[in-house]
């Protein structure tokens, strides 16, 4: 299905894309520096297996959407769905340390949205899901295992949001708004 949507996620090694058919890739990149005999610098690039979520089993397009990949595998993407409503999806990766095998078990949660969302932010840790409104308000739901909580809401003026990121581990958020205000 073709690209509806493409983000590279803040403070991860993850090119992501939403679909028009309802999907939410993910793809791990990683660059490496090298060194030649003669001592100069080149970068290699490394392309891991592409995973696919499924936002919206109806296969319609995602529009706004926010995703993560851990070390471990695990991955989860949040997406505003066209009914107005939020989808969590998340791929659980466990090793079995003796036997070496690898099962994956994936969720699909569904939340009410107070309104439309203008910007979606999903954390590294895939605790905390954030997003911004047209209206200027801060939504945060916390996640247990892919599991949305009870949104919380904050104010961060009238002009609505543009942006969001997180510095300092994730501790802290940055807020980017249509008015130019930071």
Known sequence: APLSKLAVQPHSNLLSAATSDGRILLVPVRFS??????????TDTSVGTPIFLVADPQGRPVDLFAAQLDEDGNAAAAAQLAEGSLAIVRRASETNEITGETTESVTRQEAPLPGPLTVLLLDTAQKNLFAGTPDGELLWWPLQDGAPGAVSTASAGTSPVSALTTLIGDRSLIVGQQDGSL
Do not use: A, C, L, Y
């Open 33 to 42: 520096t090298t060194f030649s005999e003669q001592g100069e610098r080149g």
